[in-house]
Structures are given as C-alpha cells and as structure tokens.
C-alpha cells in the first residue's frame, strides 16, 4: 500500500526566502507524482505534474524534482511571497484510479 | 461552466438523513474521482469512474455510501443514514483518460452532520 509522507507539517518563512517542500513515497512504481495548492475552505489547485520519466518539472517560481528510485519528491518556490501561503499537497498516482495523497505542509510567508 | 463543479457548497443535516452531493466535471473529462478531505486529516480516495468502465469502489467507507455517474458526465454520491463522522469536505475532480493527465478538483462540499 502506497504511503506519501510530506515534511514539513508547516513551514513559516519571511518574504523573499527560497524554500524547499519535501514529499516522500513508499512505493517507486508510480505513473507520476503531482503537487497542489490548497487554499482555506477552497479545493485543490494543481501545480506541476511530473511523469515518472521525468526528473523534474518548472512553472514560474516553483520547481519540482521527482527522484522515484529514492522515493522522494521535492517542491522548490523561490522568492517566496505572503500569496504564496497555503497548504501544500503531493500526491503519488498509482494506478489510473488512485491518487495517494500526503497531508500537506501548510506555508506561512510573512510580509 | 470552466472548472468542477460541486454543490451544495455547504450542507447541515441531521444525523440519520440521507444526502446527496452532486458533481458537474469539466466537458469531456472521461475520469472522475470522489475524495474526502476531514477536518485536519489528508484526502480520503473513496471512488472513481472512468468512461463506461466499472467503477473502483474499492475506498466506500461503508455500504451507506454509493455514487453513480449519469451519461458519463454527473456524478451524485449519496449518503445514506448519515453519521456524525460524515462530516467533512467532499471533493470532486476530473481529468482525461490516462495516467498523465492533471487532475482538476472542485471546491467541495461542506457536510455537517449534527
């Protein structure tokens, strides 16, 4: 059973700072591994979605890094901003029906 | 509209009445997913259609829970005998077909149950 673990739980940072979410996963044999925003009382905003051909992919400030032999995923947003706050979530797809998704780290980006 | 979308957006009810959460998918996302996200907890999966496949049940809670998906497109997940424990946000999501498509998520629906 695929287990994702997301560390940090929160994370509070000042503006401007680069900073680095972690997501980790027991199972390698994953099709891809994605990354979310979750506003409070919003759903889920994807962000990047990397196959697990891919080693990395970029949109804008972030980053994100898939090592699926280590089982690890990382997201990188540079220059943070107080917009930035939310939680973020990583989910491992594992089958075309399952997503699995970690518990978040919840961002704080202070003016 | 553009997005998922999902409603109610908030619902009370009383322990022991049925409810029914309605999902409208993004036109022609072929996939559909039913999570459940409680309060401080991660996402729950708990069902997903694909086209005119069977769908994967496997993560109902119980047998009070069901969903279908009328012509392809909405889907309802009904909660029967509804249960204190049932509250929490339900999220909807669609995408195409394939395991390398990104997933879009509605913005839930609230259930209370008191």
């Known amino acids: 059973k695929q287990e994702v673990t997301q560390i940090p739980a929160a994370l509070s940072v000042p503006e401007g700072e680069n900073l680095v979410l972690n997501c980790s996963f027991t199972?390698?044999?994953?099709?891809?591994l994605q990354w979310f925003r979750q506003d409070p009382g919003k759903g889920l905003t994807s962000l990047l979605l990397?196959?697990?051909?891919?080693r990395e992919q970029t949109s804008g400030r972030l980053n994100a890094s898939l090592d699926k032999s280590s089982g690890r995923s990382t997201l990188y947003i540079a220059a943070s901003q107080p917009g930035d706050s939310a939680t973020y979530l990583c989910?491992?797809?594992?089958?075309?029906?399952?997503?699995?998704f970690g518990e978040g780290t919840q961002l704080t980006v202070n003016p | 509209g553009a997005g998922v979308s999902q409603s109610p957006s908030n619902k009370v009810t009383e322990k022991g009445k049925d409810v029914e959460l309605r999902c409208d998918p993004i036109?022609?996302?072929?996939?559909l997913y039913w999570y459940r996200q409680s309060l401080g907890q991660g996402l729950e999966f708990l069902i997903y259609?694909?086209?005119?496949?069977?769908?994967?049940k496997s993560g109902l809670p119980s047998d009070r829970f069901s969903a279908e998906r009328t012509g392809g497109s909405v889907s309802t997940l009904t909660i029967q005998r509804t249960q204190q424990e049932d509250s929490a946000v339900y999220l909807c999501?669609?995408?195409?077909?394939?395991?390398?498509?990104?997933?879009?998520f509605g913005e839930g629906s609230w259930l209370t149950v008191v």
């Open positions: 999501a669609s995408s195409f077909a394939g395991t390398g498509n990104t997933i879009y």
């Open positions: 199972d390698s044999a994953i099709y891809n």
């Open positions: 990397i196959q697990s051909s891919q």
């Open positions: 989910a491992a797809q594992t089958s075309g029906s399952r997503l699995t």
């Open positions: 036109s022609g996302h072929t996939a």
């Open positions: 259609f694909q086209g005119n496949s069977a769908p994967d």
